[in-house]
Every structure is written in structure tokens, then in C-alpha cells.
């Protein structure tokens, strides 16, 4: 048998505000938000388009 996959079973907080680059856990999306804009702003931009 298949094990039952219930998702609300456990109520543990899981760190969904987790930066998945470095695996840094934030209070909040908007936290995460900004670091990924911070330290990983070269995920957003190509660095290669320096001019
Ligand atoms: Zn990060």
C-alpha cells in the first residue's frame, strides 16, 4: 500500500521563504524577495550585458 500522503497532518512550519541559491531561510517572501535582488541580482540581470 501506498504510504497516505496527507498534507495537513503535521503543522510544521516549513521554511517555504527559503532561498533556494544559498538556502537561506526568511521571515518572509518579502525578505527573500530582496535578498535574491541583493545577492543574487545576477540571477535577474546577464552580467554579460555590461555595458
Ligand atoms: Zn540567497
Redesign the pocket.
Same mark, same amino acid.
Given at each position: 500500500m501506498f504510504a497516505a500522503s496527507a498534507p495537513g497532518t503535521k503543522t510544521v512550519k516549513t521554511n517555504k521563504d527559503r #532561498?533556494k541559491? #544559498?538556502?537561506?531561510d526568511f521571515a518572509s517572501a518579502e525578505e527573500l524577495s530582496t /535578498?535574491?535582488r541583493l545577492? /543574487?541580482s545576477a540571477n535577474a540581470y546577464s552580467p554579460a550585458g555590461v555595458a
Open positions: #532561498c541559491l #544559498c538556502g537561506r /535578498h535574491n545577492e /543574487h
